[in-house]
């Protein structure tokens, strides 16, 4: 049985070169992959591994795969799901960050569909990935459905060295990622500042504003509040990754497309629902009109 992995960026990388000890993983992109990946780890130690990787438009798939684990951003996932040939059953598992491609392909794809929130600290070297720092990753269906087999994977992946969880709340899991990811992205993207940057000002204010629209709204959409309340949880996650460029700095600032639409599109469609102030949303949103 294999782990199909579609999708070779960070995340992609680190789970083909964590499981390829363990069990057969086939890594399919749209460009060619060298065979030797490197993966450093937290500690420091580099290890080069074979890893067989494809081009996801050509590849001969395996008969029996396990999952599909789709590592694309969120706006590219569907179309590189239809670029491969899958029996319809083949379990998927999205690890997409936001609220969108997740509900569209729980409803779309005939078999299991689980999705994925992690916080694996990674990033992509030329011949390889970093793995920048330990995570944990929760799994589940948001249906509440396939426990089973979110059980299962979530065993293979913590045997791999990525602690996982299988979770009956992967739904307020993925929201909360979401708001973090809200207050956080677009802020560092526009100021082209690291996360522990936000701290100071003019930041701080920036990051409480957004707080104020943001908690309404989810209250509105039924996500609890974390435990700790939003703000601490948003200000934890600043003053743990205070030396990141996030997710979005990065896209930015190499002229890529953001995944604004993934993060702030549920945030502003469910406030115009509830008829919720959203100005400081928008302006986040346009504000990164130069990249798409
Ligand atoms: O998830 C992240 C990202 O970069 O997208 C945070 C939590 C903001 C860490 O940088």
Redesign the pocket.
């Known amino acids: 049985m294999t782990q199909l992995i579609l999708g070779p960026g960070a995340l992609g990388r680190l789970l083909a070169l964590r499981l390829a000890p363990l069990e057969p993983v086939k890594l399919l992109g749209r460009r060619p992959l060298s065979a030797r990946l490197a993966l450093t780890t937290p500690e420091g130690e580099t290890l080069y591994r074979e890893i067989d990787s494809a081009l996801s438009g050509e590849a001969a798939l395996p008969e029996d795969v396990t999952a599909l684990h789709l590592t694309t951003k969120s706006m590219s996932a569907e179309a590189a799901l239809a670029s491969l040939v899958l029996p319809p059953q083949t379990p998927l598992v999205l690890w997409q ?1 936001g609220y969108e491609v997740q509900p569209r392909l729980h409803d779309a794809w005939p078999g299991p569909v689980l999705c994925a929130s992690t ?1 694996e ?1 990674a990033y992509v070297v030329e011949d390889g990935v970093v793995h920048a720092g330990h995570g944990h990753t929760w799994l589940g269906s948001l249906d509440g459905k396939h426990a089973a087999l979110a059980t299962a994977l979530a065993e293979r992946l913590s045997r791999a060295g990525l602690p996982a969880t299988a979770v009956a709340d992967i739904r307020q899991r993925l929201w909360h ?1 979401l708001a ?2 809200a207050a ?2 677009p802020l ?1 993207a526009r100021f082209g500042i690291r ?1 522990g940057q936000l701290r100071d000002r003019p930041f701080r204010p920036m990051v409480e504003a957004m707080l104020n629209e943001l908690a309404p709204i989810l209250a509105a959409e039924g996500i609890p509040a974390p435990e700790p309340g939003w703000a601490a949880l948003v200000w934890g ?2 003053e743990g ?1 205070a030396t ?7 896209d930015a600032s190499a002229g890529r497309p953001t ?1 604004r639409d993934a993060i702030l599109g549920p945030l502003l469609e469910a406030a115009r629902r509830h008829g919720l102030p959203h100005d400081g949303l928008l302006a986040a949103y346009r504000g990164l009109d130069r990249y798409h």
Not at 244 to 250: D, I, K, T, V, W
């Open positions: 960050n916080s600290g990622k973090v990811n956080i992205n560092v996360n996650v600043i990754t990141n460029r996030a997710s979005m700095l990065q995944e």
